[in-house]
């Protein structure tokens, strides 16, 4: 009998990554182990390699190994997903039920997002070999083959479920008009608040840490978004190992975003979040990092570590795996502007994502079927630390601490294996670098929504004479380099503003 889990985790960590299904990162890696819910002997429903995709009246299958990074970033908007998982052609009517998924469409959305003369590059999966951080990590502990993103679209709603247990009714990635008609000092709000508020209501501490090596314009946390979240919360990630090695580390909930690269020139290079067109091995070494700086500290014994993906990114998830349909949050809409755009109803999962929870007294070499999304996540902070739900969605969802069973801590290793090495030449980094360029628009992909956080982090670090004229410059914002030197220039002020707090 499971040893109930609130005695066994009393702290809580996160990493979420960028952009990866569970296919193309674990489909192949043919693991084997125990059934989470059973106990007897399974493998990871994954891939055999006769998974395909019909385009143009020619067959893509799946194949490995995949490359270390893309010529281009796969469409993964809520109409990109649409076409994923129902195949050409397929509509969405507002407020409705979603079309019936059979995961038929991936390369002809890839086609169309610029990779026709490559189609099946988006059905490339990674090999165990090219993974051993991740593969090692799963195989030590438990992995979770039915993790789902929360909705069918991109990483702004996806991460807002982690925090919130709702996305406050967005269902795409924002545009700078629809940023500025819901732009306050007080950031995105939901009618229930997120999770960082229930967690101080209940209490309870918490810390936010972000990526801090690599471009300056990759540097603000999505959670800087939100209502709450001051400037000044969020901790850099070069802090954590040595921040978590001494017994008065605070925080009972952290969360971990890593550095997301270059988002002014929409290349995400020099990150860490494993964003498409930056190369894996960096997320590997984050991933490595955390583990380790965790494993080696005096919480390690009585802590729980969820590693996870926000969104699939537009790639591959097979048939075998489609997702169902969804307990809708069931909250209101309260941030101005057209948040909802296409009339979602939060009533259908996005592909799957990969997830492992680690903790000692998680058994070895787990395989969970069952089927979790990243309410998951709010969900399991609840039931440790003992407040209510959010929603509807993280009050219906699983949460993770059945898993949590051993009624003693096991050994575990110390350390996890390095990162596959980096070939001599990457190819296809040259044809990603400039993509974008200078003088490109902004008003696609998420440079939008960082540009929402710096705008916050200004506003609330200025005087108030100050705001109009931050407000129309960034209203006035319309290519990358302006966009650049303004997300540089508040990250200089954001940090400065610290060192002047003592953090």
């Not at 967005?170 to 008009?177: C, E, M, T, V, Y």
């Not at 307990?327 to 502007?337: F, N």
């Not at 705001?467 to 380099?481: E, F």
Request: proline letters at 10%.
């Amino acid at each position: 009998m499971a040893v109930p889990a609130a005695p066994l985790a009393e702290r809580v960590f996160v990493l979420m990554l960028e952009n990866r299904s569970f296919d193309h990162l674990l489909g192949f890696s043919g693991m084997t182990g125990q059934d989470a819910e059973t106990g007897r002997p399974t493998a990871i429903n994954g891939l055999s390699g006769s998974a395909s995709n019909l385009y143009n009246g020619r067959r893509y299958a799946v194949s490995q190994p995949a490359d270390w990074t893309m010529p281009l970033d796969p469409g993964h908007e809520f109409t990109d997903v649409l076409v994923q998982l129902c195949g050409a052609g397929a509509v969405y009517t507002p407020g409705g039920s979603y079309p019936p998924v059979n995961n038929s469409g991936y390369v002809d959305a890839y086609a169309g997002s610029g990779g026709g003369s490559n189609p099946g590059e988006i059905m490339k999966c990674f090999s165990p070999a090219q993974l051993p951080v991740l593969t090692g990590l799963a195989r030590e502990f438990a992995v979770c083959d039915g993790w789902r993103a929360s909705m069918p679209g991109p990483t702004w709603p996806n991460r807002f479920f982690m925090m919130a247990a709702s996305s406050g009714g967005l269902d795409h990635s924002p545009s700078i008009a629809q940023i500025a008609e819901w732009m306050t000092i007080d950031g995105f709000r939901f009618e229930h608040g997120t999770l960082f508020g229930a967690l101080s209501a209940a209490h309870r501490t918490w810390r936010i840490y972000h990526g801090d090596n690599g471009p300056l314009s990759g540097s603000f946390p999505i959670a800087g978004g939100l209502e709450g979240i001051a400037p000044w919360d969020p901790h850099p990630y070069s802090a954590f190992a040595g921040d978590i090695a001494t017994a008065s580390y605070p925080a009972q909930f952290t969360l971990i975003e890593p550095n997301y690269g270059d988002v002014a020139s929409d290349t995400y290079r020099g990150g860490q979040s494993q964003h498409p067109l930056d190369d894996v091995r960096s997320g590997e070494t984050l991933i490595k990092s955390t583990y380790e700086a965790l494993r080696n500290s005096p919480f390690w014994e009585t802590s729980v570590l969820i590693v996870t993906w926000d969104e699939h990114g537009g790639f591959y998830d097979h048939q075998g795996a489609v997702p169902g349909g969804a307990p809708s949050p069931g909250d209101k809409t309260v941030t101005p502007g057209d948040v909802n755009k296409y009339g979602f109803n939060f009533q259908q999962y996005g592909p799957r994502v990969p997830a492992v929870v680690v903790s000692p007294r998680v058994p070895q070499n787990l395989i969970d079927h069952r089927t979790y999304d990243h309410a998951s996540i709010p969900a399991t902070a609840e039931k440790l630390f003992g407040f209510p739900p959010l929603t509807e969605r993280d009050r219906r969802v699983r949460d993770v601490t059945s898993l949590i069973s051993l009624p003693e801590p096991r050994p575990a290793p110390a350390a996890l294996p390095e990162p596959a090495a980096a070939p001599s030449v990457t190819p296809v980094l040259a044809q990603v670098a400039g993509k974008a360029g200078d003088d490109g628009p902004v008003d696609n992909g998420t440079l939008p929504g960082f540009l929402h956080i710096a705008q916050r982090y200004d506003l609330a670090l200025s005087p108030p004479e100050q705001r109009p004229a931050i407000t129309a410059r960034v209203a006035g914002i319309t290519t990358r380099s302006q966009a650049r030197q303004y997300l540089e220039e508040v990250a200089t002020k954001t940090a400065a503003a610290r060192s002047a707090r003592g953090l």
